[in-house]
Protein backbone atom coordinates (compact mmCIF):
# COMPACT_ATOMS: atom_id res chain seq x y z
CA UNK A 1 0.00 0.00 0.00
CA UNK A 2 1.54 3.29 -0.77
CA UNK A 3 1.70 5.99 2.68
CA UNK A 4 0.82 9.23 2.57
CA UNK A 5 2.62 11.30 5.29
CA UNK A 6 1.53 14.86 5.50
CA UNK A 7 2.93 17.74 7.49
CA UNK A 8 2.53 19.91 9.43
CA UNK A 9 0.18 18.15 11.95
CA UNK A 10 -1.69 21.39 12.59
CA UNK A 11 -0.24 25.40 12.45
CA UNK A 12 -1.43 28.72 13.07
CA UNK A 13 -1.48 31.32 11.04
CA UNK A 14 -2.82 35.04 10.53
CA UNK A 15 -5.28 36.05 8.15
CA UNK A 16 -3.39 37.25 4.76
CA UNK A 17 -0.09 34.44 5.64
CA UNK A 18 1.28 32.72 3.22
CA UNK A 19 0.78 28.81 3.81
CA UNK A 20 2.22 25.36 2.75
CA UNK A 21 1.62 21.97 3.61
CA UNK A 22 3.12 19.10 2.37
CA UNK A 23 2.35 15.64 1.06
CA UNK A 24 5.14 12.53 0.75
CA UNK A 25 4.38 9.49 -0.95
CA UNK A 26 6.05 6.23 -0.25
CA UNK A 27 6.55 5.09 -4.01
CA UNK A 28 5.98 7.36 -6.89
CA UNK A 29 2.12 8.12 -8.22
CA UNK A 30 2.96 10.48 -11.10
CA UNK A 31 0.61 13.24 -10.34
CA UNK A 32 -2.56 11.35 -8.88
CA UNK A 33 -2.95 13.03 -6.16
CA UNK A 34 -6.00 15.55 -4.74
CA UNK A 35 -6.65 17.92 -1.69
CA UNK A 36 -9.45 18.43 -0.20
CA UNK A 37 -10.81 20.75 2.72
CA UNK A 38 -12.93 19.72 5.46
CA UNK A 39 -14.84 22.27 7.78
CA UNK A 40 -16.26 20.51 10.88
CA UNK A 41 -19.37 18.51 10.50
CA UNK A 42 -19.35 18.71 6.77
CA UNK A 43 -18.49 16.88 3.92
CA UNK A 44 -14.97 17.57 2.28
CA UNK A 45 -14.56 19.44 -0.56
CA UNK A 46 -12.02 19.57 -3.10
CA UNK A 47 -9.68 21.84 -4.04
CA UNK A 48 -6.96 20.50 -6.39
CA UNK A 49 -6.96 17.18 -8.96
CA UNK A 50 -3.94 15.93 -10.64
CA UNK A 51 -1.88 17.75 -8.45
CA UNK A 52 -2.36 21.15 -9.90
CA UNK A 53 -5.74 21.28 -11.39
CA UNK A 54 -8.02 24.16 -9.71
CA UNK A 55 -11.15 22.33 -8.73
CA UNK A 56 -13.78 25.02 -10.48
CA UNK A 57 -15.37 27.30 -8.37
CA UNK A 58 -12.31 26.99 -5.86
CA UNK A 59 -10.22 30.57 -5.21
CA UNK A 60 -7.31 31.32 -7.20
CA UNK A 61 -4.87 31.81 -3.71
CA UNK A 62 -5.41 28.28 -3.66
CA UNK A 63 -2.45 26.13 -6.04
CA UNK A 64 -1.22 22.80 -6.17
CA UNK A 65 2.39 21.59 -7.02
CA UNK A 66 4.54 18.43 -7.28
CA UNK A 67 4.57 14.99 -8.86
CA UNK A 68 5.99 11.80 -8.31
CA UNK A 69 6.63 11.50 -4.62
CA UNK A 70 6.60 15.41 -3.39
CA UNK A 71 3.35 17.30 -3.08
CA UNK A 72 2.27 20.56 -1.80
CA UNK A 73 -0.85 22.81 -1.15
CA UNK A 74 -0.50 26.68 -0.97
CA UNK A 75 -2.95 29.13 -0.10
CA UNK A 76 -1.17 32.67 -0.77
CA UNK A 77 -3.18 34.85 1.44
CA UNK A 78 -4.88 33.18 4.24
CA UNK A 79 -8.41 34.13 4.32
CA UNK A 80 -11.14 33.81 7.45
CA UNK A 81 -12.54 30.84 5.34
CA UNK A 82 -9.55 28.93 5.03
CA UNK A 83 -9.83 27.99 8.53
CA UNK A 84 -9.85 24.42 8.13
CA UNK A 85 -8.49 20.88 8.14
CA UNK A 86 -6.81 20.30 4.93
CA UNK A 87 -6.25 15.71 3.72
CA UNK A 88 -3.86 14.65 0.46
CA UNK A 89 -5.33 11.96 -0.92
CA UNK A 90 -3.25 9.71 -4.09
CA UNK A 91 -5.48 7.69 -6.29
CA UNK A 92 -2.65 5.94 -8.14
CA UNK A 93 -3.49 2.62 -7.23
CA UNK A 94 -5.88 1.07 -5.13
CA UNK A 95 -6.03 1.09 -1.59
CA UNK A 96 -6.28 4.88 -2.29
CA UNK A 97 -4.88 6.32 1.08
CA UNK A 98 -5.39 9.71 2.34
CA UNK A 99 -2.49 11.47 4.32
CA UNK A 100 -3.49 12.49 8.17
CA UNK A 101 -4.58 16.02 7.97
CA UNK A 102 -3.62 19.50 8.41
CA UNK A 103 -5.74 21.49 10.72
CA UNK A 104 -5.01 25.14 10.07
CA UNK A 105 -5.87 27.37 13.32
CA UNK A 106 -6.28 31.25 13.18
CA UNK A 107 -3.00 32.94 14.86
CA UNK B 1 -26.54 20.03 -10.35
CA UNK B 2 -24.03 16.99 -8.77
CA UNK B 3 -26.72 15.21 -5.77
CA UNK B 4 -25.49 12.44 -3.82
CA UNK B 5 -27.99 11.59 -0.66
CA UNK B 6 -26.82 8.67 1.93
CA UNK B 7 -29.05 6.77 4.18
CA UNK B 8 -29.26 3.96 5.94
CA UNK B 9 -26.88 4.85 8.94
CA UNK B 10 -27.98 3.95 12.69
CA UNK B 11 -27.15 1.53 15.07
CA UNK B 12 -26.02 -1.85 15.17
CA UNK B 13 -23.98 -4.35 17.75
CA UNK B 14 -21.07 -5.88 17.29
CA UNK B 15 -21.24 -8.38 14.53
CA UNK B 16 -24.52 -7.06 12.92
CA UNK B 17 -24.87 -5.78 9.74
CA UNK B 18 -26.23 -2.72 7.91
CA UNK B 19 -26.65 -1.70 4.06
CA UNK B 20 -26.19 1.57 3.38
CA UNK B 21 -27.31 3.27 0.39
CA UNK B 22 -25.97 6.28 -1.73
CA UNK B 23 -28.96 8.02 -4.46
CA UNK B 24 -26.96 9.69 -7.05
CA UNK B 25 -29.02 12.39 -9.61
CA UNK B 26 -27.37 14.79 -12.26
CA UNK B 27 -25.15 13.38 -13.47
CA UNK B 28 -25.00 9.70 -16.03
CA UNK B 29 -24.18 7.43 -12.85
CA UNK B 30 -23.30 4.64 -15.15
CA UNK B 31 -20.21 6.23 -16.61
CA UNK B 32 -18.62 7.09 -12.88
CA UNK B 33 -16.94 5.23 -10.30
CA UNK B 34 -18.16 5.46 -6.82
CA UNK B 35 -16.27 5.71 -3.61
CA UNK B 36 -17.46 5.28 0.25
CA UNK B 37 -15.30 7.28 2.75
CA UNK B 38 -15.47 7.17 6.18
CA UNK B 39 -14.41 9.27 9.38
CA UNK B 40 -14.30 8.44 12.73
CA UNK B 41 -15.08 10.25 15.69
CA UNK B 42 -12.14 12.78 15.92
CA UNK B 43 -10.16 10.97 13.32
CA UNK B 44 -9.00 11.88 9.90
CA UNK B 45 -10.66 10.44 6.68
CA UNK B 46 -10.42 6.70 4.80
CA UNK B 47 -11.01 5.03 2.17
CA UNK B 48 -13.17 2.29 2.02
CA UNK B 49 -14.45 1.28 -0.75
CA UNK B 50 -14.63 1.74 -4.68
CA UNK B 51 -16.73 0.46 -7.75
CA UNK B 52 -15.97 1.02 -11.26
CA UNK B 53 -19.18 2.89 -13.67
CA UNK B 54 -20.11 -1.03 -14.49
CA UNK B 55 -19.70 -2.70 -11.44
CA UNK B 56 -17.54 -5.21 -13.06
CA UNK B 57 -14.25 -4.13 -10.79
CA UNK B 58 -14.50 -3.62 -6.79
CA UNK B 59 -11.90 -2.69 -4.29
CA UNK B 60 -11.26 -2.55 -0.96
CA UNK B 61 -9.16 -1.05 2.45
CA UNK B 62 -7.71 -3.98 3.92
CA UNK B 63 -9.72 -2.88 7.40
CA UNK B 64 -13.03 -3.64 5.65
CA UNK B 65 -11.99 -6.35 3.10
CA UNK B 66 -14.18 -9.88 3.52
CA UNK B 67 -16.99 -7.81 5.58
CA UNK B 68 -17.88 -5.25 3.26
CA UNK B 69 -19.57 -5.67 0.06
CA UNK B 70 -19.81 -2.72 -2.93
CA UNK B 71 -21.99 -2.62 -5.61
CA UNK B 72 -24.60 -0.30 -7.27
CA UNK B 73 -27.57 -0.84 -9.45
CA UNK B 74 -27.52 1.85 -12.95
CA UNK B 75 -30.76 0.84 -13.39
CA UNK B 76 -31.49 3.32 -9.84
CA UNK B 77 -28.64 5.69 -9.93
CA UNK B 78 -27.80 3.78 -6.59
CA UNK B 79 -24.65 2.95 -4.85
CA UNK B 80 -24.70 0.40 -2.02
CA UNK B 81 -22.24 -0.67 0.92
CA UNK B 82 -23.26 -4.11 2.78
CA UNK B 83 -21.26 -4.12 6.12
CA UNK B 84 -21.44 -7.21 7.97
CA UNK B 85 -19.51 -8.71 11.46
CA UNK B 86 -19.74 -4.96 12.13
CA UNK B 87 -16.98 -3.86 14.93
CA UNK B 88 -16.86 -1.11 17.28
CA UNK B 89 -13.95 1.09 14.78
CA UNK B 90 -15.87 0.78 12.27
CA UNK B 91 -18.18 3.10 13.32
CA UNK B 92 -18.00 6.34 11.78
CA UNK B 93 -19.31 8.71 9.34
CA UNK B 94 -19.80 7.07 6.03
CA UNK B 95 -19.30 9.04 2.96
CA UNK B 96 -20.06 8.21 -1.26
CA UNK B 97 -18.60 10.18 -3.73
CA UNK B 98 -18.29 10.13 -7.27
CA UNK B 99 -14.59 9.61 -8.77
CA UNK B 100 -13.43 12.05 -11.32
CA UNK B 101 -9.63 11.66 -11.06
CA UNK B 102 -10.67 10.55 -7.18
CA UNK B 103 -13.34 11.45 -5.35
CA UNK B 104 -14.85 14.76 -6.47
CA UNK B 105 -18.27 15.60 -5.58
CA UNK B 106 -19.28 14.07 -2.16
CA UNK B 107 -22.88 13.71 -0.20
CA UNK B 108 -23.47 14.50 3.25
CA UNK B 109 -22.59 11.34 4.68
CA UNK B 110 -24.62 8.96 6.87
CA UNK B 111 -23.30 7.81 10.48
CA UNK B 112 -22.97 4.59 11.01
CA UNK B 113 -22.43 3.59 15.48
CA UNK B 114 -21.38 0.00 16.03
CA UNK B 115 -22.05 -0.34 19.54
CA UNK B 116 -23.56 -2.81 22.64
Known amino acids: DIQMTQSPSSLSASVGDRVTITCRASQGIRNDLGWYQQKPGKAPKRLIY???SLQSGVPSRFSGSGSGTEFTLTISSLQPEDFATYYCLQYNSYPWTFGQGSKVEIK | EVQLLESGGGLVQPGGSLRLSCAAS????????MSWVRQAPGKGLEWVSG????????YYADSVKGRFTISRDNSKNTLYLQMSSLRAEDTAVYYC?????????WGQGTTVTVSS
Open chain 2, 97 to 105: AEQNYGPDV
Open chain 2, 51 to 58: ISGSGGST
Open chain 1, 50 to 52: VAS
Open chain 2, 26 to 33: GFTFSNYG
